[in-house]
């Protein structure tokens, strides 16, 4: 079984600083990629940040150079170090992981329980 457990959301003021961490679980799970969605009521969830085996990370326009994510491959966790936040970070944040399950040599994806950020003026 393969969870994420997501931490460190919560309320901060415009112009400050936030950040998030997901914890994988599961031996059997090679992770290829993992990274941050986050989504509005409404709205489509949306691609943050994301990092991969090699370290190459992506990151949507909008939080570049205010977002940064990172990777411990040996504690399975993710970061989101988020600065010089704005009202319209405001949102739910999922992590996701995506890899190989080992036991079924199959790709699969796996998703946080979310985590809320919520930016005020």
């Known amino acids: 079984q393969v969870q994420l457990v997501e931490s460190g959301g919560g309320l901060v003021q415009a112009g400050g600083s936030l950040g998030l961490a997901c914890a994988a679980s599961g031996s059997t799970f090679s992770i290829t990629r993992i990274g941050w969605y986050r989504q509005v009521p409404g709205k489509q969830r949306e691609l943050v940040a994301t990092?991969?085996?090699?370290?190459?990370?992506n990151y949507i326009a909008s939080v570049v150079g205010r977002f940064t994510i990172s990777r411990d491959k040996d504690k399975n966790t993710v970061y989101l170090q988020m600065n010089s936040l704005k009202l319209e970070d405001t949102a739910v944040y999922y992590c996701?992981?995506?890899?190989?399950?080992?036991?079924?040599?199959?790709?699969?994806?796996?998703w946080g329980q979310g985590t809320m950020v919520t930016v005020s003026s």
């Open positions: 996701c992981a995506d890899g190989v399950l080992l036991t079924t040599q199959t790709q699969r994806t796996y």
């Open positions: 990092i991969d085996e090699n370290d190459e990370t």
